[in-house]
């Protein structure tokens, strides 16, 4: 089986920056992505990592370790419209298989 | 407009009455998958669709089934719907090459 951890809420200022942490257990690992979800809207696609290291794109940063089965996504200048939910999700194998972990609630307060 | 559309958005049905969950999308994508969320869960992977008449089981395929008899849709089909399959349900598609997955706006069924 596979298992992915995400801290379940995270709360901050506007302006500042937060990090959540995905620790993963799973066979076959291919990659982790993030994703981003409003209010129960269709979740969008923020980031992937395939290989180790840090990935930017503008105010989000994800990074990976596949030696430790440990990603983070990393959200500066928080922003009001940030407030949602993240989830980090897994790739196993080649066969389209996306296994998401529970998710990590984000609160930007004023 | 590039975009994966789930019909209906909402849902409220009764035990055992069969029901089509549809999906469709316009950008010619090979994969399709569909997901349930439940609270504190996350999605967990219902089936998945690598290509025209080639269907696996996600993660909790139980009660549930699936077509793809076409490309662009991808039906989900709930023989005999119970309370348990109460849920926000998410269609997604992808090219093969893509590393994102593109949703639909999602479903919510309510099965009394």
């Known amino acids: 089986g596979q298992s992915l951890e995400q801290p379940s809420e995270v709360t901050a200022v506007e302006g500042a920056i937060v990090q959540i942490n995905c620790t993963y257990q799973?066979?076959?690992?291919?990659?982790l992505s993030w994703y981003q979800q409003h209010d129960g809207g269709a979740p969008t696609f923020l980031s992937y990592?395939?290989?180790?290291g840090l990935e930017e794109t503008g105010r989000f940063s994800s990074f990976l370790s596949r030696s430790d089965s440990y990603g983070y996504l990393l959200l500066q200048e928080l922003q009001m419209k940030d407030s949602a939910s993240y989830f980090c999700a897994v790739k196993r194998g080649n066969d389209y298989k996306l296994s998401f972990g529970a998710g990590t609630t984000v609160t930007v307060r004023a | 407009e590039a975009q994966v559309t789930q019909n209906p958005r909402y849902l409220i049905t009764v035990t055992g009455k069969k029901l089509t969950v549809t999906c469709s999308q316009n950008?010619?994508?090979?994969?399709m998958s569909w997901y349930r969320q439940d609270p504190g869960l996350g999605l967990r992977q219902i089936y998945y669709s690598m290509n025209v008449e080639v269907t696996d089981k996600g993660d909790v395929p139980e009660g549930y089934k699936v077509s793809r008899k076409e490309k662009r849709n991808f039906p989900l089909i709930l023989e005999s719907p119970s309370p348990n399959q109460t849920s926000l349900y998410f269609c997604?598609?992808?090219?093969?090459?893509?590393?994102?997955?593109?949703f639909g706006s999602g479903t919510r069924l309510t099965v009394v």
């Open positions: 990592n395939g290989l180790d």
């Open positions: 997604a598609s992808k090219d093969g090459s893509a590393r994102s997955y593109t």
């Open positions: 799973t066979s076959g690992f291919y990659g």
């Open positions: 950008m010619n994508h090979e994969y």
